[in-house]
């Protein structure tokens, strides 16, 4: 981690007025609401032990999402979206590991954040990663070489940011597997509404609250016309939980 990177994480305000920034899911919840393997999303967030050829027989891997707080075993909304493009970047266009490193030390070196995988535009051939930078396309995967835009970027869609900003204010998970490009938006993750839980995109009710009364014996119409949305959101919402259900 680049000095300039430790210092911003050092000196944010885990508790301030920052919604984005307070550790509000846990390592268990991060994995449901974003499809992505416990184990996987863990070794993100802790780093792991891998094979070596050195005496110890082993290499540490250092994290590659950093919490606010070590101690604290608990995501933000930006770790979130962190783990969700880091996701996209590993599954949906299968990128090697190591060039998402590359990425990263290169962004720390360049211009040091927090949470360089979330409010930076990402983008990806699947064979290196890009951002934008100054109306030019960088390949941050090579160490700043200039590339020809030629890059696909389904789940940069799926995340709304601020139009001044640009950073993430809002995610649109994928509910299907596999990903669809042009899946409706129809569950959200927004830290300000129902404290950061997946709600339906166009009510704000939660999707537990709509899979809890599903399998209490509603029916999708009844919930449809309870919460004012189409049968097939109900469905959605439903099918996106039922994970959750399953391992209770």
Same mark, same amino acid.
């Given at each position: 981690?680049?000095?300039?990177?430790?210092?911003?994480?050092?000196?944010?305000?885990?508790?301030?007025?920052?919604?984005?920034? $307070? &550790?509000? %899911?846990?390592?268990?919840? =991060?994995?449901? !609401? +974003?499809?992505?393997?416990?184990?996987?999303?863990?070794?993100?967030?802790?780093?792991?032990?891998?094979?070596?050829?050195?005496?110890?027989?082993?290499?540490?891997?250092?994290?590659?999402?950093?919490?606010?707080?070590?101690?604290?075993?608990?995501?933000?909304?930006?770790?979130?979206?962190?783990?969700?493009?880091?996701?996209?970047?590993?599954?949906?266009?299968? $990128? &090697?590991? %190591?060039?998402?490193?590359? =990425?990263?030390? !290169? +962004?720390?070196?360049?211009?040091?954040?927090?949470?360089?995988?979330?409010?930076?535009?990402?983008?990806?051939?699947?064979?290196?990663?890009?951002?934008?930078?100054?109306?030019?396309?960088?390949?941050?995967?090579?160490?700043?070489?200039?590339?020809?835009?030629?890059?696909?970027?389904?789940?940069?869609?799926?995340?709304?940011?601020?139009?001044?900003?640009?950073?993430?204010?809002?995610?649109?998970?994928?509910?299907?597997?596999?990903?669809?490009?042009?899946?409706?938006?129809?569950?959200?993750?927004?830290?300000?509404?129902?404290?950061?839980?997946?709600?339906?995109?166009?009510?704000?009710?939660?999707?537990?609250?709509?899979?809890?009364?599903?399998?209490?014996?509603?029916?999708?119409?009844?919930?449809?016309?309870?919460?004012?949305?189409?049968?097939?959101?109900?469905?959605?919402?439903?099918?996106?939980?039922?994970?959750?259900?399953?391992?209770?």
């Amino acid at each position: 981690m680049s000095k300039a990177r430790k210092q911003l994480i050092e000196g944010s305000n885990l508790y301030g007025i920052e919604p984005r920034e $307070v &550790p509000l %899911y846990s390592l268990l919840q =991060a994995s449901r !609401y +974003l499809k992505i393997p416990f184990g996987t999303l863990r070794s993100w967030v802790r780093g792991r032990d891998y094979p070596s050829g050195n005496e110890q027989g082993k290499k540490f891997s250092g994290p590659v999402i950093l919490l606010s707080d070590p101690d604290v075993a608990r995501l933000s909304f930006m770790n979130l979206v962190e783990a969700y493009v880091l996701n996209g970047i590993r599954r949906v266009e299968n $990128v &090697p590991f %190591y060039k998402v490193r590359n =990425a990263i030390k !290169y +962004l720390e070196d360049k211009s040091p954040s927090k949470h360089p995988l979330a409010d930076k535009l990402f983008l990806t051939n699947g064979v290196d990663l890009f951002i934008e930078d100054l109306g030019q396309l960088v390949n941050v995967s090579r160490g700043g070489q200039l590339a020809i835009r030629n890059v696909v970027e389904e789940y940069l869609r799926r995340i709304d940011r601020d139009p001044t900003k640009l950073l993430p204010v809002r995610l649109y998970p994928f509910l299907r597997s596999p990903h669809q490009a042009e899946e409706p938006k129809r569950v959200m993750i927004d830290p300000l509404v129902s404290f950061g839980r997946p709600v339906l995109a166009k009510t704000g009710v939660p999707t537990a609250i709509v899979a809890e009364r599903f399998y209490a014996g509603d029916s999708t119409d009844e919930l449809g016309r309870d919460y004012g949305v189409e049968r097939e959101e109900i469905e959605e919402a439903v099918r996106y939980e039922a994970p959750a259900r399953k391992a209770a």
